[in-house]
């Protein structure tokens, strides 16, 4: 992959990083201003990292895409990057140009959510058991 098509994934990633986390830190300032009561839990909210609080604060997909783009920007960094984490096959550009967090190539991401599919119904079978 030509390294002007890298830098410019890289933009990208770094663009959405960006967006992700400016909304955390606004959220977590309204938060702030809203809860005026000290916490309860003071020494656990001190020991708090920041990685839990970022963590609840995005929400659990946002918080997968951060994980992604963080990945991404790694893999940029050791050259692995459009390399689909499965099968090792080049991610096809025009889905990176789409999704530059991209993970996996289209094959493995198909096989990997029908997996998921499954494991949910599965556990959905399990719940509606107790
Ligand atoms: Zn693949």
Same mark, same amino acid.
């Given at each position: 992959m030509y390294s002007e098509k890298i830098s410019s994934y890289m933009s990208q990633l770094k663009e959405i990083r960006k967006n992700l986390l400016g909304d955390v830190e606004k959220n977590i300032k309204s938060s702030q201003e809203e809860n005026t009561e000290p916490m309860a839990d003071i020494s656990d909210g001190a020991a708090r990292s920041y990685t839990s609080e970022l963590m609840l604060n995005l929400g659990e997909q946002d918080w997968q895409k951060l994980k992604l783009v963080d990945e991404a920007l790694e893999k940029i960094n050791s050259g692995e $990057?459009?390399?689909?984490?499965?099968?090792n096959d080049p991610i096809p550009e025009a889905r990176l140009d789409v999704?530059?967090?991209?993970? $996996?190539c289209v094959e493995c991401l198909s096989k990997i959510e029908s997996e998921e599919a499954t494991n949910r119904t599965r556990v959905e079978e399990i719940e509606g058991n107790i």
């Amino acid at each position: 992959m030509y390294s002007e098509k890298i830098s410019s994934y890289m933009s990208q990633l770094k663009e959405i990083r960006k967006n992700l986390l400016g909304d955390v830190e606004k959220n977590i300032k309204s938060s702030q201003e809203e809860n005026t009561e000290p916490m309860a839990d003071i020494s656990d909210g001190a020991a708090r990292s920041y990685t839990s609080e970022l963590m609840l604060n995005l929400g659990e997909q946002d918080w997968q895409k951060l994980k992604l783009v963080d990945e991404a920007l790694e893999k940029i960094n050791s050259g692995e $990057y459009g390399i689909c984490s499965l099968c090792n096959d080049p991610i096809p550009e025009a889905r990176l140009d789409v999704m530059p967090f991209a993970q $996996y190539c289209v094959e493995c991401l198909s096989k990997i959510e029908s997996e998921e599919a499954t494991n949910r119904t599965r556990v959905e079978e399990i719940e509606g058991n107790i």
